[in-house]
């Protein structure tokens, strides 16, 4: 797998992470997440902004999932 220019962390570590600073524990298994967990400033922030647009926001069904579905892919 490649690596990219930041390190990911580990999912058990991410996991602690997320836990430890009020995010979903299954946040640790999303690679983004894995990232952003090195600051967690960072992740909570991006944990609110796609709750935001995905849960709660006004987007078409169809740019939701493309969204979702480009989120998983990274």
Do not use: C, Y
């Amino acid at each position: 797998m490649n690596q990219g220019r930041i390190p990911r962390l580990d999912a058990a570590t991410a996991k602690a992470m997320a836990t430890e600073h009020g995010l979903p524990e299954f946040l640790g298994d999303l690679s983004v997440f894995q990232i952003a967990l090195r600051n967690p400033r960072v992740a909570t922030a991006l944990n609110g902004m796609l709750h935001n647009l995905l849960m709660k926001g006004e987007l078409d069904g169809r740019l939701r999932e493309l969204i979702i579905l480009r989120i998983g892919w990274a």
